[in-house]
């Protein structure tokens, strides 16, 4: 006896199987503890187009691919030069906020283009393409100050970018600016066995309580020196929407304006906390001026800017740190001590005790220092640029790191480029080129970068 399927039946398992084709077919890649799906079946993103390699000293026409897909939940871009020199640069960009998490900020593809050659983001994948160098980077899972993301997330590119290339690669850096520096630092120090060498541009390398900590006694600070504008700082301080932080950023410059002697004054006040920080105990300024500025007016808009940077972060920034969980802000300005350049010391006095002293969200200070507290603890050779008067990463990160190298015993592997800069963003491509070529040619030969001078 024969038995007939109904045709409907028979249709709805063709059907079935062929959907089989389409469906996402979910691997689970385990690299060093740390695990990412990734659909194997996803349809990937691919353009080629030809990079200008002239301003790094290169050919004027380098073919690249660029391979868009998605790992876990954060988008990924994996480029290749056709000229590959079988090496990998794995990037970790800087913070970003209103943006979907695990998604980039523009749009893809992302291509080649002069009109994008000045983004930092670009300037740094450009300055490795330039090389012969494969590069990769993740859009982070979580953006804002989502640390344990960004570190999770980079290191596991280097399994994921490796389906995208045509061999498995040699030497694998990890580079990475502001925020993606420390992440960079954070996977030379954890996996030495994984890296070749770090480069870490404008990143907080005194560890992210040393961050938050030069935005909390700038706060602390600006309750003294200008109050009345917004209620005194607390833990609980709530964040400002972008339309009220620019109502206040114009009231804020209207008394500027109005009372420029107090900013002035404000700006005589240096900060000790401890030899880490300061080991020659002389103080840090509170606000930087830019010491190349061409007219006094220049250089006390410069102060306006450092106030402005800071007081962003800190009135922005609520948000942010509580979307990681924090019930509170983790400021903490409990035991530092302001000086006053040319002050007495009965003025210093009155100065630290109007300061409001208050206890930080200890789950915030906690999260920070697990994701990520620098060691100084090297096996690979790490490069720190920064810029010299820099309002956000200030130099005493870079001071800070090699306190902390030197207590480590690896001196030897750690070299900061300390361009003389007014600004967080004045680096430029041809200087990020130039010191991630001075890393990889200490890798490769040994001899510890001899930096130029800058302008």
Known sequence: MTLRVPDFVRWLVIAALAGMTWASALETIEFDGLTV????????????????????????????????GRAGEADYL????????????????????????????????????????????????????????????????????????????????????????????????????????????????????????????????????????????????????L????????????SMTMPEFMAFREALLARLQAEPETLMRMASVRLYESERWDPDGIGIPLLLENPHAPNPMAAFNSLVNSLMVRMGSD???????????????????????????????GEEADLNA???????????????KAYYEPSGRLEVPVVGLFASHDPIITVVHAWAYQRAVDDAGASDLYSAWIVDRYGHGMITPEEIATAFRGLVDWVRTGVRPNWPTAP
């Open 227 to 238: 109050a009345g504008l917004i209620p005194p700082a607390n833990v609980d301080d709530p």
């Open 78 to 225: 994996v480029y290749l030069p056709a000229d590959w020199n079988g090496d990998l640069v794995l990037f970790g960009h800087g913070q970003v906020d209103g943006v979907p998490d695990g998604q980039f900020w523009f749009s893809l593809p992302l291509g080649f283009g002069a009109e994008s050659a000045q983004d930092p983001f670009v300037a740094n994948r450009d300055a490795a393409l330039c090389s012969g160098f494969a590069w990769a980077a993740s859009a982070f899972t979580r953006h804002g100050p989502a640390y344990m993301d960004a570190i999770r997330d980079t290191h596991l590119l280097q399994p994921v970018a490796r389906r995208h290339l045509p061999a498995e690669p040699g030497a694998v850096y990890v580079t990475g600016l502001s925020l993606g520096g420390l992440v960079a630092v954070a996977l030379a120090e954890t996996y030495p066995h994984r890296y070749a060498g770090a480069l870490a541009d404008r990143a907080g390398l005194g560890g992210l309580i040393m961050v938050v900590s030069h935005i909390a006694q700038t706060r602390a600070m600006f309750d003294v020196f």
């Open 354 to 368: 109007q300061v409001a002293r208050f206890e930080p969200d200890f789950s915030g200070v906690d999260y920070w």
């Open 37 to 68: 799906t990734y659909d194997t079946n996803q349809a990937y993103g691919v353009l080629e187009g030809d990079l200008d390699c002239t301003r790094f000293g290169g050919p004027s026409a380098v073919r690249v691919t660029e391979i868009s």
């Open 315 to 345: 009135r922005l920034g609520g948000d942010a740190f509580r979307a990681m969980g924090y019930a509170g802000m983790p400021w903490d300005v409990r035991d530092y001590v302001f000086t006053g350049f040319g002050w007495s010391a």
